[in-house]
């Protein structure tokens, strides 16, 4: 089986900090429509219910916040002479001959996280990654031996 030249894994922290914003926002929401359906109803709600349907919520976040996090840790990006491929949800995989440019982006969690997205082509991004400057560059020296080897045999086959 063939062996990654390299390889590189998302930031963790970077992946779950943006779901646990989700789920903090989804828990408010769920709490406010049973907060406000109860006051319709005109049902009085004790504090110890308020209290245990929060405490509920919240265990529910750090479960889901827990499986995220077990899940991201499996994500890597591997990177063979002629393709990158990410291995998560599924394998996912780009020549290098079909990258179209090499873009830097970072989003508002990339700024907590010290991270930042480096986008190859419409599909295919490395997201949440450290040291996101140096994999460009090395990214970008691949390419440029990738083309300089298919120039050479061109060369080569048109000689010939």
């Given at each position: 089986?063939?062996?990654?030249?390299?390889s590189?894994?998302?930031?963790?922290?970077?992946?779950?900090?943006p779901?646990?914003?989700?789920?903090?926002?989804?828990?408010?929401?769920?709490?406010?429509?049973?907060?406000v359906?109860?006051?319709?109803?005109?049902?009085?709600?004790p504090?110890w219910?308020?209290?245990?349907?929060?405490?509920?919520l919240?265990?529910?976040?750090?479960?889901?916040?827990?499986?995220?996090?077990?899940?991201?840790?499996q994500?890597?990006y591997?990177?063979?002479?002629?393709?990158?491929e990410?291995?998560?949800?599924?394998?996912e995989?780009?020549?290098?001959?079909?990258?179209?440019?090499?873009?830097?982006?970072?989003?508002?969690a990339d700024?907590?996280?010290?991270?930042?997205t480096?986008?190859?082509?419409?599909k295919?991004?490395?997201?949440?990654?450290?040291?996101?400057?140096?994999?460009?560059?090395?990214?970008?020296?691949?390419?440029?031996?990738?083309?300089?080897?298919?120039?050479?045999?061109?060369?080569?086959?048109?000689?010939?």
């Open positions: 089986m063939e062996q990654p030249q390299y590189v894994s998302p930031s963790v922290r970077a992946i779950v900090l779901h646990i914003f989700q789920l903090a926002l989804l828990s408010l929401f769920f709490y406010a429509g049973i907060f359906n109860l006051s319709i109803l005109k049902i009085a709600v504090f219910a308020n209290i245990s349907i929060a405490l509920l919240v265990i529910l976040s750090l479960i889901q916040v827990e499986i995220t996090a077990k899940k991201a840790k994500f890597h591997d990177f063979y002479p002629a393709r990158i990410f291995c998560g949800k599924r394998v995989s780009l020549l290098y001959s079909e990258i179209e440019s090499v873009k830097i982006s970072r989003e508002l700024s907590f996280s010290g991270t930042g480096i986008s190859l082509s419409k295919f991004s490395i997201k949440n990654v450290k040291n996101y400057k140096e994999i460009q560059e090395y990214i970008n020296n691949i390419i440029r031996a990738y083309q300089t080897a298919g120039r050479q045999q061109q060369f080569t086959e048109q000689a010939a």
